[in-house]
């Protein structure tokens, strides 16, 4: 037998040993889950609630596009009735790059902050995470990245999401950037999950129908990948296969019709579901491959799993079929017996995207950065996710292949409702991607 593939095989024998070993800690690690305020107004609630805690001087983190919406009007207006001080800092941009959140570290500690409200996307709040875990431990950013590099745990965080896809509000990582070397880096620690979130649905009817779709296709793929997981749980399988079930009916709905609150609250706490799920069960291949392609070609990360998914999926099938069947019976499908379910779950996924009008290729992915994209992807994945099949080389260059920009089928989908073009919404439209 060739050497390589020797090693290769015992590479990943000592690989799986190794995570089954750290999904045994994992099962142990305390981890907190946040108080939850539900429901229109919510925002404002949870601006009480952060004054009722004793803090006086908040660091209000968001983003430029927030602000300008002014979205944030009903909770500065809680904390200022109760007399908190509040200091913004708008200027976190999509990934969070470093050089950003060592400005808000830096407003943070002049303004002697006691507390930090993330009001925004999955950027806003992981740059309020680790701005609150370097304040607390008298760190640069950059020597946070990696497991518990932190003596001491962060600064009190409340969150407030306005997209229902990262799940941010209820998880233990923070995902940061290099834009000079166009990477990204995970920052992890039991202790970021916020104190307390919001889910506002009002905030989140003004989001374009393509923000929409591409976050929901985050939330669902969070959900997936955590039922998919060597991790996977009954406790984390409850989170992931009620999300999973929601976002299959209330996303195209969210999606038509932006205004309908019931479907937008339905599907923030399907995100919120779904990050309880991931937080315990983790992630996988897809995204590992997602994380490489937003760190050299800034494809917004929901839209980045949107596309791997089905490909990643149909990987997965020889090893995940009894998983993939279970929630296509979650999600309303029928069929006899698990292969069967399972691909008709992976068509079903395809033909999701496809009704949301999410691009089948990435115009961004060029053909001669291939091996390095996959290189990376196997390196993060082998050493991270507990994934039901490893990516080889060859296997991470072939799925990635799949998205290249070429004449893919168009999707056929009815186009959704048009929405009165407010201010607010004509913002969105062009921008509210900013800090997904």
């Known amino acids: 037998m060739n050497q390589a593939l020797i090693g290769d095989r015992a590479r990943a024998i000592g690989l799986r040993t190794l995570k089954r070993a750290a999904g045994a800690v994992t099962r142990l690690v305390p981890i907190s889950t946040p108080v939850l305020l539900v429901g229109p107004d919510s925002a404002a609630r949870l601006g009480r609630a952060v004054a009722d805690f004793g803090h006086r001087r908040v660091l209000l983190v968001t983003d430029a596009v927030v602000m300008e919406l002014g979205l944030t009007a009903s909770l500065t207006d809680a904390l200022a009735a109760a007399g908190v001080q509040v200091t913004v800092f708008a200027a976190v941009t999509a990934d969070a790059p470093i050089a950003v959140i060592e400005q808000g570290l830096a407003l943070y500690t002049s303004h002697a902050c006691e507390a930090i409200v993330a009001f925004g996307g999955g950027s806003v709040m992981d740059a309020a995470k680790v701005i609150g875990l370097a304040a607390a ?30 799940g941010s509000e209820v998880t233990v990582a923070a995902i940061i950037s290099d834009p000079e070397a166009g990477t990204k880096m995970m920052v992890a620690d039991s202790r970021l999950v916020p104190e307390m979130a919001a889910l506002d649905p009002a905030l989140m009817t003004g989001l374009p129908p393509a923000v929409t779709a591409a976050t929901g296709m985050d939330a669902l793929t969070h959900a997936v990948e955590a039922c998919i997981s060597g991790w996977a749980n009954d406790t984390t399988d409850r989170w992931a296969l009620a999300a999973a079930g929601m976002i299959w009916e209330h996303l195209p709905r969210a999606w038509s019709n932006g205004n309908d609150l019931h479907s937008r609250e339905q599907m923030a706490l399907a995100s919120t579901y779904a990050g309880l799920a991931f937080t315990r069960a983790n992630v996988g291949n897809v995204h590992a491959i997602a994380h490489q392609l937003g760190g050299r070609y800034h494809v917004p990360h929901g839209l980045a799993n949107a596309v791997m998914l089905p490909s990643v999926l149909r990987f997965s ?26 691909k008709k779950f992976v068509d079903g996924v395809q033909a999701l995207n496809d009704a949301l009008q999410i691009p089948r290729t990435l115009e961004a992915l060029r053909e001669e950065d291939l091996p390095a994209l996959a290189t990376a992807a196997c390196h993060e994945a082998d050493f991270n996710y507990p994934v039901p099949r490893r990516m080889t080389q060859a296997d991470a260059e072939a799925l990635l292949r799949q998205v290249l920009p070429a004449a893919a089928p168009a999707a056929k989908a009815a186009k959704p409702r048009t929405q009165p073009r407010t201010q607010r919404r004509a913002a969105a439209s062009s921008k509210a991607a900013i800090s997904e």
């Open 137 to 166: 431990n008298d760190k640069p950013p950059r020597q946070l990245v990696g497991y518990f590099r932190g003596r001491h745990g962060p600064a009190p965080i409340y969150a407030v999401p306005t997209t229902a896809g990262t």
């Open 317 to 342: 099938l020889p090893d995940a079929a009894p998983r993939l069947a279970r929630l296509a019976r979650r999600v309303g499908l029928a069929g006899r017996g698990d292969t069967a379910l399972a």
